[in-house]
């Protein structure tokens, strides 16, 4: 899900906030809450897409989480304690495939209407930040974040490597490669060294590889925080358990992307009925897939449009190409698109 072709920022303000039951920061969100945890979801207009990793980066609930795991999504939650905060996407970065989040609601029920209230914000504990060029061949790393969770569950993960190499996938230098093991849904989550300091964020795995990961160099996130958090903010208090003190800065990162919530099947029906509804739910995800291809190529157009309008015949080849293909894939599937996307 990498994407480095194109850089787009999105700025937001922040909530204004009130003060709401102290119960609600009690609550226990379980993996069965998951697919129907936000307003659209339980609606059935957003589906639960899959998850990332974050951690804090300011006591205030700054959120640094990747780029790829929340490109493309209608709505972020992020899981912290045990309760449930609706998160708004402060800034983007695909290039760097850094992403910035912050808390604008928590949610208050789970097991009835989903509502969502603005809330005193807790003092949030921030990660601690290594002195740059601490990164070096050879260096202890932890690797901290929630894969798999379906499967494995919802606490935090913890595994150990070391820094294998100070480039990335093909040379790329703002990354590093290390032997710390991580799995679909560590991306966004820390890499720290043995006194819990940040050196990196986790963002890619090598398939096929032996124990061959990536992560992004701390300079990067740097790079990427610049006027966006303050550097005084970007400290958590000493504390003598340096693992649990990281796993008490990170954060669960759930995705909701456009189309129907999974069906609960009840089993009472016979197995005709089952596989009926099992077929009725993957046609209603391969619409959401086929909505969010088309919108692809429509932007695409544009963008080439845009290009061959300002540029005439000084545009190069490849931009004339990618125009064609895309009026072309637009041909084949946009009446069927629009003509579910009317009823």
């Given at each position: 899900?990498?994407s480095a072709v194109l850089m787009a920022t999105l700025i937001a303000q922040t909530p204004s906030v009130t003060l709401a039951p102290s119960a609600i920061l009690s609550r226990n969100v379980k993996f069965d809450n998951i697919?129907?945890?936000?307003?659209?979801?339980?609606?059935?207009?957003?589906?639960?897409?899959?998850?990332?990793?974050?951690?804090?980066?300011?006591?205030?609930?700054?959120?640094?989480?990747?780029?790829?795991?929340?490109?493309?999504?209608?709505?972020?939650?992020?899981?912290?304690?045990?309760?449930?905060?609706?998160?708004?996407?402060?800034?983007?970065?695909?290039?760097?495939?850094?992403?910035?989040?912050?808390?604008?609601?928590?949610?208050?029920?789970?097991?009835?209407?989903?509502?969502?209230?603005?809330?005193?914000?807790?003092?949030?504990?921030?990660?601690?930040?290594?002195?740059?060029?601490?990164?070096?061949?050879?260096?202890?790393?932890?690797?901290?974040?929630?894969?798999?969770?379906?499967?494995?569950?919802?606490?935090?993960?913890?595994?150990?490597?070391?820094?294998?190499?100070?480039?990335?996938?093909?040379?790329?230098?703002?990354?590093?490669?290390?032997?710390?093991?991580?799995?679909?849904?560590?991306?966004?989550?820390?890499?720290?060294?043995?006194?819990?300091?940040?050196?990196?964020?986790?963002?890619?795995?090598?398939?096929?590889?032996?124990?061959?990961?990536?992560?992004?160099?701390?300079?990067?996130?740097?790079?990427?925080?610049?006027?966006?958090?303050?550097?005084?903010?970007?400290?958590?208090?000493?504390?003598?358990?340096?693992?649990?003190?990281?796993?008490?800065?990170?954060?669960?990162?759930?995705?909701?992307?456009?189309?129907?919530?999974?069906?609960?099947?009840?089993?009472?029906?016979?197995?005709?009925?089952?596989?009926?509804?099992?077929?009725?739910?993957?046609?209603?995800?391969?619409h959401a897939k086929m909505l969010k291809i088309h919108k692809e190529w429509k932007d695409l157009k544009r963008l080439t449009d845009e290009l061959m309008k300002r540029y005439g015949d000084a545009v190069g080849d490849d931009?004339?190409?990618?125009?064609?293909?895309?009026?072309?894939?637009?041909?084949?599937?946009?009446?069927?698109?629009?003509?579910?996307?009317?009823?």
């Amino acid at each position: 899900m990498i994407s480095a072709v194109l850089m787009a920022t999105l700025i937001a303000q922040t909530p204004s906030v009130t003060l709401a039951p102290s119960a609600i920061l009690s609550r226990n969100v379980k993996f069965d809450n998951i697919e129907m945890l936000t307003e659209k979801a339980r609606n059935g207009k957003t589906r639960f897409s899959g998850n990332g990793s974050g951690f804090f980066v300011s006591p205030s609930g700054d959120v640094v989480t990747n780029h790829h795991v929340i490109d493309g999504a209608e709505e972020v939650v992020g899981v912290w304690q045990g309760t449930a905060f609706r998160m708004k996407v402060v800034a983007g970065d695909k290039d760097l495939d850094l992403a910035l989040l912050r808390p604008d609601a928590v949610c208050v029920e789970l097991d009835k209407d989903i509502d969502f209230s603005s809330y005193e914000r807790p003092v949030f504990p921030a990660i601690d930040f290594a002195e740059d060029g601490i990164c070096k061949v050879g260096l202890p790393v932890f690797v901290i974040g929630y894969p798999q969770i379906g499967l494995q569950g919802m606490e935090a993960k913890v595994t150990k490597g070391i820094v294998s190499c100070l480039s990335g996938f093909k040379g790329q230098s703002d990354n590093f490669q290390m032997d710390a093991a991580i799995q679909g849904g560590n991306s966004g989550g820390p890499v720290i060294d043995e006194k819990g300091r940040l050196v990196g964020v986790s963002v890619a795995r090598l398939r096929g590889g032996e124990n061959v990961n990536y992560a992004i160099k701390m300079e990067s996130v740097h790079k990427f925080l610049k006027d966006k958090v303050s550097s005084s903010q970007m400290q958590s208090s000493a504390d003598t358990d340096v693992i649990e003190r990281v796993i008490r800065s990170s954060v669960l990162i759930l995705c909701y992307e456009p189309g129907s919530r999974p069906l609960r099947f009840d089993e009472s029906k016979g197995e005709r009925a089952k596989i009926e509804e099992w077929a009725l739910f993957e046609k209603s995800i391969l619409h959401a897939k086929m909505l969010k291809i088309h919108k692809e190529w429509k932007d695409l157009k544009r963008l080439t449009d845009e290009l061959m309008k300002r540029y005439g015949d000084a545009v190069g080849d490849d931009v004339k190409e990618l125009n064609d293909l895309a009026r072309k894939e637009l041909d084949k599937t946009g009446d069927t698109t629009k003509r579910r996307e009317d009823k």
